[in-house]
């Protein structure tokens, strides 16, 4: 009998998965080993080398911005909130998270300060040049500037950072007395005086040119800045200022625009970065629409030195051997470019919005199939790479699934369709228009040969239908349409023998159809919103579980509820049964992803990781792993316990 007390941590296997969104969020520390990303409210750790990863966890919501010292041996990290609360400033012991990390530890007691003085969110922060400071800038509804003691976590001093927004702060490269923000309309030049301790800023004179920055980059000597704007152009500042003075002494040198780029980038210039190709300068710019190029310090485009990437460029990260930079996207897509032929490696990639579930081929624990925003993934387990990426732009994929023989990836669209796609192309199969009339929500393949035809299909709609669908090489007919749910169907499971289903809705139904009279056998209810069913593998009882937080064991012969378990302090999302019938894994609100076993109904092992609700877990056909992927984008694969 397994004991309360024997509950053990789900050991990480890997992680897949990027935040690429975060402005400038991809950093390479100093010695080059090792590689800083967030993903969601978490921050990974990687050693480049050994491909080894370990999680920095504090953050209560998704990370909005990353520093790293330029020892590379503190981080910093900010959060953005959904509404006006208190937003934290977490500093990091970045150089025990990479011992960790080579060791194949998990990260504990790595935090250092929790900073609170932000309200609404952290729009950008960045050390000092001697790590002895640290800037913080607030978001939108706090649009504060700080100036904090980086050694001991005390706020030294502040100011409104402009009366319109700021996006941006750096500190300048060589002093700690002097930094610069920017951000809609404006750019200034601050000195800051400890002693006294008092912030002092001076806005930059642009004459005519109204213009929002976006990013910013000092050159070597701190003569000039480099900002990058929404409307696509690169601007070049004189940032030397006066001192702080008293009130009756005029300005006698002030920050200026002193030129700007002729060619525009299509959706805004997102990041800038400097660099030196030898003994020339030259700065580094990202676009919105993907173009990374290289222009000179006049601010022209250097001939043959740009290319395409897919998704708006976010982050340009310079490799150590400086012939080199790592460039991430918001479609969560790391990039490798070499900056002497501008040639491209995809490095990385990974879902830029959340997972909606995920399956394995039968007897298939290489490979496994995720859905998500407008596309499926299917990937190497082992390498955690993508394979094959199957896009329809502009909907949403909310279930996916293979056939037994493992020809066909059959799909549901938030469109209303079942698309299936060759799995080693990616190339469309079929099309079932109008499988329902809102969005499918569900489906499930019956066990069934594929090679001789017809075989069956079943949707589930969020018009509460369950529809079975006879599928031959020529055409796709509806057998039956069967409306008993009065909510959406969110999840169905076919007996080996292909002769019930079970169906679970959000009206609190659960259904056990015959699927040869194609009538109902039996039905039971809750007063909960019903997110998955499975059958035990003897087929006996059925598992459900919802938004009543609780996990329910029902009689698959008469509908009698049998046991109700305390499940999560969550909604309950996801549920899967191994084949021999022992365990069972769960998924919530909660982030949690659970073990359990299943004649005890006790939890057994626990994986903490995601940092958004775990859409769908899948333990793989070996029972070796166990994968889960999460509203965040993350896919977490787990080792499971001997």
């Not at 002092?200 to 980059?217: E, P, Y």
């Not at 696509?232 to 780029?261: C, Q, W």
């Not at 909510?487 to 159809?513: E, F, M």
């Amino acid at each position: 009998m397994a004991m309360v007390e024997d509950t053990v941590d789900l050991k990480i296997g890997g992680v897949i998965g990027f935040s690429g969104n975060v402005p400038n969020g991809l950093k390479y520390t100093p010695c080059g080993n090792y590689m800083i990303y967030p993903l969601g409210s978490q921050i990974i750790v990687k050693n480049t080398v050994t491909n080894n990863q370990t999680f920095l966890e504090g953050h209560s919501s998704d990370v909005s911005c990353i520093a790293m010292s330029s020892d590379g041996r503190t981080l910093a990290s900010g959060q953005k909130n959904m509404n006006v609360t208190p937003a934290h400033v977490l500093i990091w012991d970045l150089e025990s998270a990479k011992t960790i990390c080579d060791n194949g530890s998990r990260a504990n007691n790595l935090l250092i300060h929790r900073l609170h003085q932000h309200l609404g969110g952290v729009q950008d922060l960045e050390f000092s040049f001697d790590n002895t400071y640290l800037a913080t800038l607030g978001a939108q509804d706090d649009n504060a500037l700080v100036i904090w003691d980086a050694e001991s976590g005390v706020a030294i001093c502040g100011a409104p950072a402009f009366e319109d927004t700021g996006l941006t702060v750096r500190w300048l490269g060589q002093r700690s007395d002097r930094l610069v923000t920017a951000g809609n309309y404006h750019l200034r030049v601050w000195q800051v005086d400890v002693s006294i301790p008092k912030l002092h800023a001076m806005t930059a004179k642009m004459g005519n040119m109204r213009r929002v920055i976006t990013s910013v980059v000092m050159d070597e000597n701190d003569e000039f800045a480099f900002a990058g704007t929404k409307t696509g152009e690169v601007l070049a500042f004189k940032i030397d200022r006066d001192p702080i003075m008293t009130h009756n002494d005029p300005d006698k040198t002030v920050p200026t625009l002193k030129g700007y780029s002729k060619d525009r980038y299509s959706r805004g210039v997102q990041c800038v970065a400097t660099h030196y190709i030898g003994r020339q300068f030259v700065v580094l710019v990202g676009a919105g629409d993907g173009t990374i190029a290289m222009l000179n310090s006049n601010l022209q485009p250097i001939k043959g030195k740009s290319t395409q990437l897919m998704g708006a460029i976010t982050s340009i990260s310079a490799t150590p051997n400086s012939t080199s930079v790592m460039v991430g996207t918001d479609l969560s897509n790391r990039y490798y470019v070499n900056l002497e032929n501008f040639s491209v490696e995809l490095r990385a990639s990974c879902h830029s919005g959340p997972v909606n579930d995920i399956c394995f081929p039968q007897g298939c624990s290489d490979l496994f199939i995720t859905c998500s925003m407008s596309d499926i993934r299917i990937w190497n387990a082992a390498l955690r790479q993508e394979l094959l990426r199957i896009q329809v732009p502009n909907i949403n994929c909310s279930c996916v699934g293979i056939t037994p023989n493992g020809n066909t990836i059959v799909s549901g669209w938030s469109d209303g369709k079942m698309r299936a796609f060759f799995p080693e192309s990616g190339r469309l199969k079929f099309v079932i228009n109008d499988a329902h009339s809102e969005a499918v929500t569900a489906l499930a393949v019956c066990n069934e040969d594929e090679s001789r035809p017809p075989w069956r299909l079943l949707t589930g709609g969020d018009d509460g239908r369950l529809r079975i669908w006879n599928i031959s090489p020529s055409h796709q007919a509806m057998v039956q349409s069967l409306k008993e749910h009065r909510g959406p169907v969110l999840s169905i499971r076919i007996s080996h023998d292909n002769k019930q289903c079970v169906s679970a809705s959000a009206d609190g139904s659960c259904i056990v159809w015959d699927m040869s009279r194609y009538v109902r056998q039996l039905a039971f209810f809750e007063p909960t919103v019903f997110q998955a069913c499975a059958y035990h593998p003897d087929e006996s009882q059925i598992l459900t579980c919802g938004s009543n937080h609780k996990i329910a064991y029902w009689d698959a012969f008469d509908g009698q509820a049998i046991r109700v378990i305390d499940g999560s302090e969550e909604q309950m999302t996801s549920l899967d049964v191994d084949p021999d019938g022992y365990t069972f894994a769960s998924g919530a609100g909660d982030k949690l992803v659970k073990l359990w076993h299943y004649d005890d109904g006790i939890t057994t092992a626990v994986g903490t990781g995601h940092s958004g609700k775990v859409s769908a877990v899948r333990f793989s056909p070996d029972m070796q792993t166990l994968v889960s992927v999460g509203s965040e984008g993350a896919i977490f694969i787990w080792d499971i316990p001997k």
